[in-house]
């Protein structure tokens, strides 16, 4: 149960594919627990997925209900080991970022419609149907598991765009 820092590009480690997690341990179950911690301590984060912590499991936290606007019907707070997208249907060209590109947004084709199954740290199998937003976030964490980040999902360079920089409160803009 700690926060850690997020890994950022280029480490090799968002590049690699994660190995499966497979036996639900104490080192399972703590890692669980960091994804969520540094997920919900990192502003603007909705999900994080292991290798963005350092490790290199097929794992990952994701929590849309935090957005200041959250999609209907979300399903709150998910952490999933192994998980697989069992089916996907539709498609959109969105706007995404990601804590470890904090450089760049990217405009990305996803799926708008997923269905994802995978093990919850009690061990329960879980099957979440993820539509719009939730659906895109799913997506955007399980890429990281396989190695790929938004980076790589862009179909040009002209769909890559430095992040706007806002000054913190109190702070001048220079």
């Known amino acids: 149960m700690a926060v850690r820092d997020v890994v950022p590009y280029p480490a090799r480690i968002l590049k690699s594919v994660a190995e499966p997690v497979g036996e639900l341990d104490t080192d399972a179950k703590a890692l669980a627990d960091d994804l969520v911690d540094t997920m919900y301590d990192s502003p603007g984060c909705v999900g994080l997925a292991a290798p963005q912590i350092g490790v290199p499991r097929r794992a990952f936290a994701l929590d849309v209900s935090v957005m200041r606007k959250p999609p209907e019907g979300n399903h709150g ?43 919850t740290p009690d061990g329960e199998v879980r099957v979440v149907e993820a539509t719009g937003f939730e659906a895109r976030a799913f997506q955007h964490e399980l890429d990281h598991l396989d190695g790929m980040l938004i980076l790589d999902r862009v179909a040009a360079r002209s769909d890559v765009f430095r992040r706007k920089r806002y000054a913190n409160k109190g702070e001048h803009l220079k």
């Open 77 to 119: 707070l998910v952490v999933l080991f192994d998980p697989q997208i069992v089916l996907a249907t539709g498609g959109e060209l969105k706007r995404e970022g990601c804590m470890s590109v904090p450089e760049y947004t990217c405009d990305v084709r996803r799926a708008t419609d997923v269905v994802v199954r995978g093990t």
